[in-house]
């Protein structure tokens, strides 16, 4: 049973945000200390976006809610006639707008979230005094179904309108605007598309009055306290002739169904068990979006995309994240299938950076492949699925090598900061030369030594010693060209020393520079460099606790990155306590709706937005650091609880995992601490016995220390007296630790 991690229901709090009064949510823990807590303070302007649909699904409908209306946005396209790989996407150029009124008087929307706390299934709420409009939105197998609840809470009758119009334009008429006695209850496309498509129907309401050419309505009268409902339907595929069929179908049926496979889908996966209601949500909502934006785009395959409009197109970046995520969560099916369009995007020559595709010039995407394939490795001992890539792999490195030569060249007697490095490549992410898109970019540089290390890696797990050699070379001397241009390419300011995009140079922005210690552990984390490019990126840190400049935007940030690149390092080197308050940060800078934009302006409610409304890696970096901060890998060590902050045990409730897959095998485990005696007790589970390190992290409020610990552990307590450790650890432990 994993029911704590599904439902999970959050005290709602209205607060101002920018243009308008905004759905809030609180965390629910309280500790000594001043806590860290969720309200999305810093969310940025409306509309805030949810994309609802079921599953890897090709029908998505873009739901952007406002306090003046909700749009309901969607195309008809999808990416099955797209060029596969391409950065090519669907037009949005389908919108209904939902509106409510109470006796003639328009109601405000003040209330969004996800149903149940992380579905991809958006509550809305129109409100006024006396009545409340209660929408309830998800994509099911055949429509986007949106259940339609009005409510009296007066003592008096009031007469209730919800209205949908179709803005601008004559495509999506009324028929009984045209002549009153046809249907009055629909909206047909007339131009754009066959002329009888459904465009929208309304099932329901005391009255369906005309209001407009393209518009229709439901309206009830409500007696004094009474509650009424109806249903919106965007049906994916239907026609006129269709319609009465479709008045009778059972769409109660349907839409519980479609939240069914919600819950089954998520309830697959690993669990975190985490005492604070909104980053619990947070991660299943996450995890949710990872499926949410991928979807079949051939015959073949199924890929993942960045974003749900403006980048829904497959890539290699976040769909590799999502590979990584899925795995250690057990998933390891839906990783394969959902990235095996990245690994077989490659050029005849072994070009692996998606040379027909997206990803093209952009030479970190070898590296990106090569992550998820060596977890998939790590995750489950797959050897045949590694040695399926493993040719791939090799023919990448090969590659890169011949590109590497080009750059072997010296400049008047004395080698150039970019000697041996990959030439000229698209930047992205923000790496400009100067104001140049392409460049030599030390991050790309990071990425693809990483792809010969995991080449290398691979040919000796596959026992291909030949190519192990060879591979060895390559990798040795790559390294090395990429060690010095780290060190002559530095940036000196302030006697510290950092990484940059471009060696030598400062401009572009701060990605990628300290992927150097996670995920590729190039550099050693407490490495001069690695210290100097934390203190530069903290140089300039927005109001609301977020690095600037970590992006496209010259003054603005993209949010993920706090997480992926600086969140991450600050865990491994073991300051917790700053790495947690970048997670409730990042969180505060989503919406209710736990999405975020691709990259913003550092305001509360900033209207300066780029990139898609709901871009993935934002959520992909909540999910990663959660899971890192409850199970993560070091070397030769397994860490439990590292990055748990210090309120979750303090709450009095259970945190912990379950069946969370690790290099040592699958982990769970449950903690709970008893402020009255100041103990946790708490067990572990393993599928296996392991040799390993293992040590569990007791963090709580003001860095309280451990007195005792229980004979029956089998454990001792570290040096720093938060820590149990145990040198090789059998399946199961259970123990009690007393604290001062």
């Given at each position: 049973m ?5 439902g999970?229901?959050?005290s709602?709090?209205?607060?101002g945000m920018?243009?308008g009064v ?10 000594a ?5 969720v309200?999305?303070?810093?969310a940025?302007?409306?509309p805030h976006?949810?994309?609802v649909?079921l ?6 409908t ?5 306090p003046?209306?909700l ?21 949005t ?11 003639g ?17 958006l ?15 998800l994509?099911?197998e055949?429509?986007?179904i ?11 009758p009031?007469?209730v ?9 004559l495509?999506?008429y009324n ?11 629909v ?23 005309v209001l407009?050419?393209t518009t ?7 007696a ?6 109806g ?14 069929g ?12 479609a ?8 309830q697959?996966a690993a669990?975190?068990?985490?005492p ?6 947070a ?5 949710a979006?990872c499926f ?26 976040e ?7 899925l ?50 490795y ?32 010296m400049?008047?007697?004395h ?7 990959m ?10 030369d100067e104001?140049?898109?392409y460049g ?6 990071l990425?693809t030594?990483?792809t010969?290390?995991s080449?290398l890696q691979?040919?000796k797990?596959?026992?291909?010693k ?8 390559i ?24 990484i940059?995009?471009?060696?030598g ?27 100097g ?10 109001p ?9 935007m ?10 992926d690149?600086l ?14 308050k970048?997670l ?11 999405s ?13 937005i780029?990139g898609d ?15 890192d901060?409850?199970?993560?890998e070091?070397g030769?060590?397994?860490?439990l ?5 210090r309120?979750?045990?303090?709450s009095?409730?259970?945190l ?5 897959m ?7 485990y ?15 589970n ?8 293992v ?18 552990a089998?454990?001792?307590?570290g ?17 009690t630790?007393?604290?001062?």
């Amino acid at each position: 049973m994993k029911c704590h991690r599904i439902g999970m229901v959050l005290s709602l709090t209205l607060i101002g945000m920018g243009l308008g009064v905004q759905s809030g949510q609180r965390s629910e823990c309280i500790s000594a200390d001043h806590p860290l807590a969720v309200d999305f303070s810093y969310a940025f302007s409306t509309p805030h976006r949810i994309t609802v649909c079921l599953p890897n699904s090709m029908n998505k409908t873009l739901l952007d809610a406002s306090p003046d209306y909700l749009r309901m946005a969607w195309t008809y396209e999808n990416l099955l006639n797209k060029p596969l790989g391409s950065f090519t996407t669907p037009r949005t150029n389908w919108e209904v707008r939902i509106t409510a009124e109470v006796d003639g008087k328009k109601m405000t929307g003040t209330l969004w979230r996800r149903s149940e706390g992380w579905l991809p299934v958006l509550t809305y709420v129109f409100q006024d005094a006396k009545v409340s409009v209660h929408l309830e939105i998800l994509g099911g197998e055949s429509a986007a179904i949106s259940r339609v609840e009005v409510r009296n809470n007066d003592a008096r009758p009031h007469g209730v309108l919800v209205r949908c119009e179709r803005p601008g334009g004559l495509t999506g008429y009324n028929p009984a605007w045209v002549q009153s006695q046809w249907d009055a209850n629909v909206l047909l496309a007339g131009w754009q598309d066959r002329a009888d498509r459904i465009i929208v129907f309304a099932v329901g309401g005391d009255e369906q009055p005309v209001l407009g050419p393209t518009t229709i309505a439901m309206k009830w009268n409500l007696a004094a306290h009474a509650q009424k409902s109806g249903w919106l339907i965007r049906p994916y595929r239907a026609y006129h002739a269709m319609l009465p069929g479709l008045l009778q179908s059972e769409w109660h049926a349907e839409f519980e169904a479609a939240k069914k496979i919600w819950r089954a889908l998520i309830q697959r996966a690993a669990a975190v068990i985490i005492p604070d209601a909104a980053v619990q949500n947070a991660f299943n909502a996450g995890l949710a979006d990872c499926f949410v934006m991928r979807e079949q785009v051939s015959e073949e395959y199924l890929a993942g995309t960045p974003g749900t409009e403006g980048y829904r197109a497959p890539g290699s970046g976040e769909p590799a994240i999502v590979a990584v995520l899925l795995n250690q969560l057990g998933l390891h099916a839906e990783a394969v299938k959902g990235f095996q369009l990245c690994i077989d995007e490659q050029g005849p020559d072994g070009n692996w950076c998606d040379p027909l595709g997206w990803g093209h010039y952009w030479w970190a995407a070898s590296g990106f492949k090569s992550w998820p394939v060596m977890e998939h490795y790590r995750l489950t001992g797959d050897k045949n699925y590694l040695s399926a890539v493993y040719p791939r792999m090799l023919a990448s490195s090969r590659w890169q090598e011949t590109q590497r030569r080009r750059t072997r060249v010296m400049a008047n007697g004395h080698r150039p900061l970019t000697y041996g490095l990959m030439p000229r490549g698209m930047g992205d992410c923000g790496l400009k030369d100067e104001d140049d898109l392409y460049g030599v970019f030390l991050p790309h540089n990071l990425w693809t030594v990483f792809t010969d290390a995991s080449a290398l890696q691979a040919a000796k797990i596959l026992d291909q010693k030949q190519d192990a050699a060879e591979l060895e070379k390559i990798y040795t001397a790559a390294l090395e060209d990429l060690l010095q241009a780290l060190e002559n390419g530095a940036i000196a300011e302030n006697g510290y020393r950092w990484i940059p995009g471009v060696p030598g140079k400062t401009s572009g922005s701060r990605w990628g520079a300290l992927n150097a210690v996670f995920p590729l552990g190039i550099l050693p984390r407490d490495h001069e460099l690695i210290t100097g490019t934390i203190r530069k990126i903290e140089s300039r840190i927005s109001p609301g606790g977020i690095p600037i400049n970590t992006g496209w935007m010259k003054d603005g940030m993209w949010v993920a990155i706090t997480l992926d690149n600086l969140a991450e390092v600050l865990l491994l080197r073991g300051e917790a306590d700053r790495a947690v308050k970048y997670l409730y940060a990042t969180l505060n800078h989503g919406t209710p709706l736990y999405s975020w934009c691709e990259e913003r302006g550092p305001e509360p409610g900033s209207k300066e937005i780029t990139g898609d409304r709901q871009h993935l890696w934002t959520p992909l970096a909540v999910c990663r650091f959660i899971r890192d901060a409850l199970v993560q890998e070091d070397g030769d060590t397994l860490h439990l609880a590292r990055g748990a902050a210090r309120q979750w045990l303090n709450s009095g409730r259970l945190l912990g995992v379950e069946n969370m897959m690790s290099h040592f095998g699958a982990v769970s485990y449950k903690l709970r601490y008893s402020p009255v005696n100041r103990r946790v007790q708490g067990e572990i589970n393993l599928d296996r016995d392991i040799d390993a390190k293992v040590i569990l992290h007791l963090r709580l409020p003001g860095g309280r220390k451990i007195k005792r610990l229980g004979q029956e552990a089998g454990a001792e307590i570290g040096l720093d007296r938060e820590t149990i450790e145990w040198q090789g650890m059998p399946r199961s432990a259970r123990f009690t630790v007393t604290f001062e």
